[in-house]
């Protein structure tokens, strides 16, 4: 039961919500990245700038994901070389090797299980790449 009834949720005490203002946080319902335990689990990341723009370069879209993942991470307490597993959404296959240098340039000694798939297209036409991680804190 939840606590809007007067019940505590052990469950819900353990979780840290971590929010990055994206506008579609609260609009869908979830956090950019959320801690349950020694987990983190970073959501699907897109290029977003804070002022809304998007670079349409595939390899600097992949580097601002990156920036938004870390931060979250550290927000967690987490840092990059607790990363576990990555999963890059293209919607290109011909921005992999641009993007796969930016994942590299992160993730490059720490080696996560990793996913690259090439998918239809994004909420946001203007995105090439979106990212998401998860992180295991020892």
């Not at 840290?16 to 579609?24: A, D, K, M, T, V």
């Not at 699907?44 to 990156?66: H, K, S, Y």
């Not at 938004?68 to 607790?82: C, D, K, T």
Request: charged share 25%; aromatic share 6%.
């Amino acid at each position: 039961m939840d606590s809007s009834h007067g019940f505590h949720n052990p469950a819900e005490s353990r979780r840290l919500r971590i929010s990055s203002g994206s506008p579609y946080e609260p609009t869908i319902g979830f956090s950019r990245a959320l801690r349950v335990g020694n987990r983190v689990l970073v959501s699907g990341t897109a290029p977003i700038w804070p002022d809304g723009t998007v670079d349409p370069d595939p390899e600097v879209q992949a580097r601002r994901c990156l920036d938004i993942i870390v931060s979250a991470l550290r927000e967690a307490g987490a840092a990059p070389e607790h990363v576990v597993r990555t999963r890059t959404y293209l919607r290109n296959a011909d921005d992999a090797e641009a993007v796969a240098r930016a994942h590299g340039s992160v993730f490059g000694a720490i080696r996560p299980a990793s996913t690259m798939i090439v998918v239809a297209g994004f909420l946001d036409p203007r995105w090439k790449v979106e990212i998401e991680a998860e992180a295991v804190v020892e």
